[in-house]
C-alpha cells in the first residue's frame, strides 16, 4: 500500500507568498497521496491562502500559527512556530505516512516524492543552491551515509537543510521538537527523533543526484506608484 506524504509548508504574508504558493501548488497537484499541511504565520488563516489551498483540490490542513511576539526581530528562527503546530497536528491526528518539510520557496522534483515515500525511519538526499559550495549533501560510502559536504558545519550532528531529509511518521514521538535557534532547526529536531547516523537511508541514487533546491525569491521593492496593494486581491474564488 502506498503511505502517504506529509508534506508540511509554513507560509507568510509578504507580496510574493501567493505567486510562491500558486507554484508550490501546481507541483503538489502531480504528486498522488499527498495530504499538504500549511502553517499560516498569522493570527487567523487568510483568505489568500485558503483559496489557493481550495483550489488545489488537494487534501489540506491549514493551521494558524503565528510566531510568538518575541521573534519578530531580525535573524530570527523563520518558520519554526509553525512547523511545530505542524508536528503537533501530526502527532494527534496521524500515525502512519510520511513527513516532509517543504518551504513555499522550494523546487521539488516529481522524483523526490516517489522515493520519499518508501521512508522507514529517516531518510536524506542533496539539496541544490545552499550556502557557499552551493549545495548541501550526505556523503555516501559502499551505500551508506558516513558524513556531510555543508559550507556550514557549525558543529552540527546532522548539517542538513530543512528539505534535504524526510521522515516516516511512526517515529515521530511528543519529545520531537525543533528550538526556536536560527539555523540549528534541523539538526535539533534530528537528535531530538533519537536519529542515528547508520539508520539513515540515503536517496537520489546514493546522494548523487539533486531532486530538490533552495530556490529564493528576490526581495520585492514596494512600488513607487501610490497605490495600496493589499488592496490588489483579485484573486479568483
Ligand atoms: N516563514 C514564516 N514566517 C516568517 C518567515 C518565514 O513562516 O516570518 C516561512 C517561509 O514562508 C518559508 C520558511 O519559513 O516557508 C523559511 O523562510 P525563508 O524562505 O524566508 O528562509 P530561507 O529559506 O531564506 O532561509
Ligand atoms: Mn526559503
Redesign the pocket.
Known amino acids: 500500500d502506498m503511505k502517504t506524504i506529509y508534506f508540511v ?4 504574508p509578504r507580496p510574493q507568498q501567493v505567486p510562491e504558493l500558486t507554484r508550490l501548488a501546481h507541483t503538489l497537484m502531480h504528486v498522488p497521496r499527498i495530504h499538504w499541511i500549511v ?1 499560516d ?1 498569522q493570527p487567523t488563516c487568510s483568505d489568500q491562502v485558503s483559496t489557493i489551498l481550495k483550489r488545489s483540490g488537494l487534501p489540506y490542513t491549514h493551521i494558524s500559527s503565528p ?1 510568538p511576539y518575541i521573534y519578530k526581530y531580525a535573524n ?1 528562527p ?2 519554526v512556530a ?1 512547523r511545530r503546530a505542524a508536528l503537533n497536528w501530526l502527532l494527534d491526528n496521524v500515525s502512519e505516512g510520511v513527513l516532509y518539510f517543504g ?3 522550494n523546487t521539488v522534483d516529481l522524483q523526490l516524492f516517489e522515493e520519499i515515500r518508501h521512508t522507514k525511519r529517516v531518510s536524506m538526499f542533496p539539496v541544490g543552491l545552499i550556502g557557499g559550495y552551493g549545495v548541501s549533501s550526505p556523503i555516501v560510502k559502499n551505500g551508506k551515509i558516513v558524513g556531510f559536504f555543508d559550507s556550514w558545519p557549525a558543529s552540527r550532528t546532522f548539517p542538513v537543510d530543512m528539505a534535504g531529509f524526510a521522515v516516516n511518521i511512526e517515529i515521530l514521538n511528543p519529545s520531537a521538537t525543533m528550538p526556536f535557534i536560527a539555523g540549528h532547526e534541523e539538526d535539533k529536531f534530528l537528535v531530538s527523533l533519537g536519529v542515528k547516523l547508520e539508520d539513515i537511508e540515503p536517496l537520489a541514487e546514493n546522494c548523487s543526484k539533486v531532486l530538490v533546491w ?1 530556490t ?1 525569491t528576490e526581495k520585492f521593492k514596494k512600488p513607487t506608484l501610490k497605490i495600496n496593494i493589499d488592496k490588489l486581491d483579485n484573486l479568483p474564488k
Open positions: 509548508t509554513p507560509t507568510y502553517a504565520d510566531k530570527f523563520r518558520g509553525n518551504d513555499d520557496d533552495h529564493r
